[in-house]
């Protein structure tokens, strides 16, 4: 059997949606193969190829890309490589990789271009759909990861707060009404605070920019009052409160947080101090106590509360240290560069 190059060849450009082409320059003559036609959903009796005829076809946002490459290939006489949009007479888009090189003809210099066109709609497809994957998982576990830091940070905290004045109040049973009953309010306000945290991470409806720093600051220092009658002195510099980011507000807010339960859980402390100030250009945010000390090693391997503090720290490129005073007491300072650090 006689083997039909021309044959072969068209049926394995069908089945590779590879087509090839040739552009004598100086004639402005183009020769399509019958794939090339295909890929661009043209009758080869009805049209009639050329550069000029062909750019119509190709998506809007993709022909002043295409024709620049193509222009520098014939005045600089380099091959090209570039990816286009082909909209079809039908309407339907197909992704094109193009590849181009010049041959000399007649031994008369760099005259003809010719190339391949090759139809790439399906791996584009596979490629975005791989890509919008990975997006949509690397969404999920943020999502997860700031879930889990929100839930520790303030709900568990809250609950923790909750646990203290019950049993404060269980003591003031022994005593005045009067006691308890304060003690029983604040317990309630607390509760109400974990129940609007709770319907918050749910809904997520509340952005970061929305934060009011100077409010959520000292909400967390009277509900740290609320508990073993601890004094709490809160000093906020307006400039600074301004110069912390909107987006890490949140960030700052859950770690003095959760620097003040820590001090209520571990220190014993009868005074704590919480004060954002100027540093330099950038904010410097501190919470300071009197009580016996936070024994740190201890903290790391047992909680996730100096972790979290840390994570959210460098999560805003601000800087974290947590000191033992001499000879007692603990102060945690959050250093948060300025916008041209």
Not at 37 to 66: E, K, Q
Not at 127 to 155: C, F, G, N, Q
Not at 306 to 319: K, V
Request: aromatic share 4%; charged share 30%; net charge neutral.
């Amino acid at each position: 059997m006689k083997f039909d190059f021309e044959k072969h060849l068209a049926e394995t450009q069908r089945l590779t949606q590879v087509g090839t082409w040739e552009w004598d320059v100086r004639s402005d003559t183009i020769v399509w193969s019958e794939e090339h036609y295909r890929i661009f959903g043209l009758n080869p009796g009805t049209f009639t190829p050329s550069f000029g005829a062909a750019l119509p076809y190709l998506h809007p946002d993709d022909r002043t890309p295409v024709q620049a490459v193509v222009e520098r290939s014939i005045r600089e006489h380099v091959s090209f490589e570039c990816e286009y949009r082909v909209i079809r007479p039908d309407g339907v888009a197909r992704t094109v990789h193009a590849l181009g090189a010049w041959r000399r003809a007649d031994g008369e210099g760099e005259t003809v271009l010719y190339g391949t066109a090759q139809d790439i709609t399906d791996r584009k497809q596979i490629e975005d759909a791989l890509r919008e994957s990975e997006t949509r998982l690397r969404v999920l576990l943020d999502d997860r990861e700031r879930i889990a830091r929100d839930l520790h940070d303030k709900l568990l905290q809250d609950l923790y707060a909750i646990g203290l004045r019950l049993e404060t109040a269980q003591r003031a049973v022994a005593t005045t009404p009067t006691e308890m009953d304060g003690v029983l309010r604040r317990t309630i306000e607390t509760v109400n605070g974990a129940i609007s945290a709770a319907r918050h991470l749910v809904e997520r409806s509340a952005s970061e920019s929305d934060i009011e720093l100077e409010q959520e600051i000292r909400t967390i220092a009277r509900a740290a009052e609320g508990v073993r009658d601890v004094r709490v002195r809160v000093a906020l510099d307006k400039q600074a409160l301004d110069c912390v980011p909107s987006a890490a507000r949140a960030d700052v807010v859950n770690i003095v947080r959760e620097a003040v339960s820590n001090s209520l859980r571990h220190s014993v402390a009868s005074g704590l101090s919480i004060s954002i100030e100027r540093r330099g250009a950038g904010v410097r945010v501190s919470i300071e106590d009197n009580g016996v000390g936070l024994d740190i090693a201890r903290q790391r391997r047992v909680g996730r509360g100096l972790q979290n503090m840390a994570s959210r720290a460098r999560a805003i490129g601000g800087r974290l240290r947590v000191k033992a005073q001499s000879p007692g007491g603990t102060v945690v300072t959050l250093d948060i560069p300025g916008h041209s650090a």
